[in-house]
């Protein structure tokens, strides 16, 4: 999806600069890094499991954001509180 490149690059540029510099892994993930889409209900994230520094833009998700909530467990008197 075209409209979501420019937030994918972004994503993608901050990955690999804290990759490359030191703070996250260079072999493995170390993490998710994501970013909201501006005036969507939407997001730019990076795949779990995945080395930083060969991700290209394509290998990025886009999910929708739900305001159901599908599990809360430890939270659950947070999220119930009126």
Same mark, same amino acid.
Not at 12 to 26: D, F, I, M, N, R
Not at 29 to 58: C, F
Not at 60 to 76: N, Q
């Given at each position: ?8 690059? +972004?994503?993608?540029? !901050?990955?690999?600069?804290?990759? +490359? ?18 005036? +969507? ?19 990025? !998700? ?9 599990? !809360?467990?430890?939270? +659950?008197?947070? !999220?119930?509180?009126?």
């Amino acid at each position: 999806m075209v409209k979501f490149d420019p937030l994918k690059q +972004e994503v993608l540029g !901050c990955a690999h600069w804290l990759s +490359e510099h030191g703070y996250l892994g260079k072999t493995s993930s170390g993490g998710n890094i994501s970013a909201r889409v501006p005036d +969507e209900n939407s997001l730019v994230i990076t795949p779990s499991g995945k080395p930083y520094l060969p991700l290209a833009g394509d290998d990025l !998700c886009v999910i929708v954001i739900s305001s159901r909530i599908t599990a !809360c467990s430890v939270w +659950e008197q947070i !999220c119930n509180a009126p």
